[in-house]
């Protein structure tokens, strides 16, 4: 092995101790994951791509209360290999349309206690998944207890990882909320930088390929996992919540009467184009629940605690904001916090009755806390049981309201993930759509449920808003963005501001800030500008956000490099729009191949020579060379 002077010594040695491996190929054939048992009966698996080590000899294995699978294993079975076919359609993701084919295998290994535990594996053309199953009767409570699952990588590859924010801190203990910044190109191994491990999606380069790390398939039966904090060797390791991360008095790490069911845990991999055109995160979740498709309206939304802040939650504010909406020819205009007292239900429904004239439709913001935080913004403890849940949808969808942001959630832990799922399937029910705020990462839940709209997990637009280091540093914030929370889940950035933004020197361009309206993702887009803001703005700029399409049928990456540059193609329809933006502190001048577009000629929309100004010109299909200023952006046309 001519590379094993740069592999740690613990994974040479479980290298050499490999019994012959299973082998699982995609079905193109380029990736290929070898499952094995040791000689000790450890349960190891390692990934290639075109025969390169991507995913070097990793370990596997559960410890359950009275079972463990984490050593002594044996192999008792080994299926067929099984096509998985799955067809999928997403209104608020990169494609609409979405095909599924993979290739499953399912181990089933045997502990010294005779205790049987399945690991499925699947390899696809854009990476591999795998999760683990246990059904044996005999233990009749399942209850996880740790995971030997990890992702050992050579230690020349670089990461790009945010630290997951330690439990019950914040402002007034919201955290977790996967609301940090992203640490760039740090050497494989670093340990977290507040302890408490980084969260998912987690992005990696080694050798000439990228991985991103996630999971799917989350029913409220298992919580949420993290990277660990420590990664010795380059070996990154599942981690639990922390105890705090839980719904008062509920449960923290999973456990089953039934089968024990864990998430997918999905290693996507492949180019950077593979990785932002990927769709595994919701391949891998389950299929829509049964609900009122008609309900389903992805749209743009107006939404004044953006710049306004609190002040602006009164009737007036609102009905000016509606106003801007339908202006806009934007769908939905968002009520945030302390609505209950300083607008209330009665002038709530007169405020929908005015936006519905207007062809606009009202979301309302509700915090989710019970006794987990300290916020005191209301209406609060509102959702805590179904009955609660019932009455509040129903008396929403009677006065007209068409969907709830929810905000302040406690973290991972099981119980907290259930009210989740039990919030969305309750507001299914009663037709409405969600926003989680103050959240964690979606995890696919966008494709089980579809009225999720959008999260934020997502250091968002309102951070740029607190103070001035958080704005200096969006550019390169936000331009990590396509590559890692946003891969597959939709988020709820809350972009565009065109305006100035009280008390802080704005870092980005307009262009910077148009190309974000594109570039991200959200089932509903909330747009952080304000009428005053967008006043001065150019025709070809307002008209470009008015025709905007509410969601896309495809992507296609152009050119990228997590935190400096991104510029993607999505199309509606027949419609193709190209964006990009430069989050380096110089001009970057590209070379675009548009041939794709097939002869179109469209209009670009980039920077002007002034820090606010704009510029517009023709441009046709084929290929393109376009400078981006320094923070700066473009959106280009083509119908």
Not at 224 to 234: D, E, F, V, Y
Not at 301 to 322: C, H, I, M, P
Request: with cysteine; glycine share 8%; hydrophobic share 40%.
């Amino acid at each position: 092995m001519n590379a094993s002077c740069r592999i740690p010594l613990a994974i040479i040695a479980l290298l050499c101790a490999q019994a012959q491996a299973a082998t699982l190929s995609s079905p193109d054939r380029r990736i290929k994951v070898d499952v094995s048992v040791s000689a000790n009966g450890t349960l190891s698996y390692a990934v290639t791509r075109d025969g390169k080590p991507v995913i070097l000899p990793s370990p596997l294995g559960l410890t359950l209360q009275g079972a463990d699978f984490g050593g002594k294993l044996t192999v008792a079975a080994e299926s067929a290999v099984r096509p998985v076919r799955d067809a999928y359609e997403l209104a608020t993701a990169k494609k609409r349309r979405i095909s599924y084919q993979a290739n499953e295998q399912t181990y089933t290994v045997r502990n010294a206690a005779g205790q049987t535990m399945e690991v499925v594996f699947r390899a696809s053309d854009d990476g591999i998944a795998f999760r683990y199953a246990v059904r044996d009767p005999r233990l009749a409570r399942k209850q996880f207890v740790s995971e030997s699952t990890g992702f050992a990588f050579d230690p020349q590859a670089k990461a790009w990882l945010q630290p997951m924010a330690v439990a019950q801190t914040g402002w007034s203990n919201t955290n977790p909320s996967y609301e940090e910044h992203y640490q760039r190109e740090i050497p494989v191994g670093t340990p977290s930088t507040l302890g408490a491990g980084w969260v998912f999606p987690a992005l990696f380069r080694t050798g000439d390929t990228w991985v991103a790390l996630t999971e799917a398939g989350m029913d409220g039966s298992f919580h949420a996992s993290r990277l660990a904090s420590q990664s010795l060797g380059g070996v990154y390791r599942l981690a639990p919540p922390a105890a705090a991360e839980v719904f008062t008095k509920g449960g923290l790490l999973a456990e089953s009467r039934g089968d024990l069911l864990t998430p997918w845990r999905i290693v996507a991999l492949g180019t950077l184009k593979t990785l932002v055109e990927s769709t595994l995160g919701t391949d891998l979740a389950a299929p829509a629940i049964a609900i009122d498709q008609a309900r389903i309206q992805p749209g743009h939304a107006a939404w004044s605690w953006a710049l306004l802040k609190d002040d602006g939650t009164v009737f007036e504010v609102q009905k000016r904001f509606v106003d801007f909406a339908a202006d806009m020819k934007w769908d939905y205009a968002l009520v945030d916090a302390d609505w209950d007292r300083k607008i209330g239900y009665e002038k709530l429904g007169e405020l929908v009755r005015y936006a519905e004239a207007r062809k606009v439709g009202i979301l309302v913001w509700y915090n989710s806390s019970g006794d987990w935080n300290k916020t005191p913004y209301s209406p609060k403890s509102a959702l805590l049981t179904p009955a609660q849940r019932q009455k509040e949808f129903a008396r929403l969808r009677e006065l007209g309201v068409k969907g709830v942001k929810i905000d302040f959630f406690a973290g991972d832990g099981r119980s907290m993930i259930a009210y989740y799922v039990d919030i969305l399937n309750d507001a299914a029910k009663a037709g409405l759509l969600v926003n989680f705020h103050g959240s964690t990462l979606p995890r696919g839940w966008s494709r089980t449920y579809p009225n999720l709209m959008t999260a934020e997990a997502v250091r968002g637009f309102e951070f740029a808003t607190f103070g001035q280091r958080d704005q200096d540093a969006v550019a390169t914030h936000a331009a990590m963005l396509p590559f890692t929370r946003n891969l597959f889940d939709p988020m709820d950035f809350t972009p565009v501001v065109f305006g100035d933004i009280p008390k802080i020197k704005r870092a980005t361009r307009n262009g910077f800030e148009l190309a974000q309206s594109v570039l991200f993702l959200s089932g509903i887009q909330h747009f952080a500008e304000r009428p005053e803001g967008m006043a001065g703005v150019p025709p070809a700029v307002k008209t470009l956000l008015q025709d905007l399409p509410r969601s896309w049928d495809d992507v296609r990456f152009i050119d990228g490099y997590p935190g400096r540059y991104a510029i993607l193609a999505r199309r509606s329809g027949d419609s193709w729009y190209v964006a990009g933006f430069n989050a380096d502190d110089s001009e970057r001048s590209f070379d675009l191949d548009l041939s794709f577009l097939a002869g179109r000629s469209g209009t670009l929309v980039t920077d002007g020579k002034g820090e606010r100004s704009f510029a517009d010109t023709a441009i046709r299909a084929g290929k393109n060379r376009i400078t981006i200023q320094a923070h700066g952006g473009f959106v280009a046309v083509f119908k």
